[in-house]
């Protein structure tokens, strides 16, 4: 809910899922309506630690279907308040485009936006 607000602040459109299985129906069906009215989702804020699906799994999952064509490729950023080096590195094993630490500064938020979005 943090994030949803710092990216409402940002003018910039945002989803929750509460879960990572959920997750992916979201960008399912975003890829579904996606031909006929939008641009669909283009940046996911990951968290590690979620039920059903974490993270990881969840990355795992949706880059899947990417290289399938079944939805565009999503620039994916893990946010996640575990530090270490071996969290960082499965991130980017999974296939996560980034890593970002909670708390995170809207400044933050912001330049990764600018950085995947062009804007």
Not at 53 to 65: A, H, P, R, S, V
Not at 79 to 100: H, K, L, P, Q, W
């Amino acid at each position: 809910v943090h994030g949803e607000k710092t990216l409402n602040r940002l003018n910039v459109n945002c989803e929750t899922a509460r879960n990572g299985q959920e997750a992916i129906e979201l960008v399912r069906l975003q890829a579904k309506a996606r031909n006929t009215c939008c641009l669909g989702y283009q940046l996911i804020f990951m968290d590690i630690n979620m039920p059903i699906l974490n993270g990881y799994e969840t990355t795992k999952k949706l880059k899947t279907l990417a290289m399938n064509n079944q939805i565009a490729d999503i620039k994916i950023v893990a946010c996640t308040a575990y530090v270490s080096d071996d969290y960082r590195n499965e991130c980017f094993e999974c296939g996560m485009d980034d890593y970002i630490q909670k708390p995170v500064a809207q400044k933050v938020i912001k330049h990764l936006i600018e950085k995947y979005l062009k804007i």
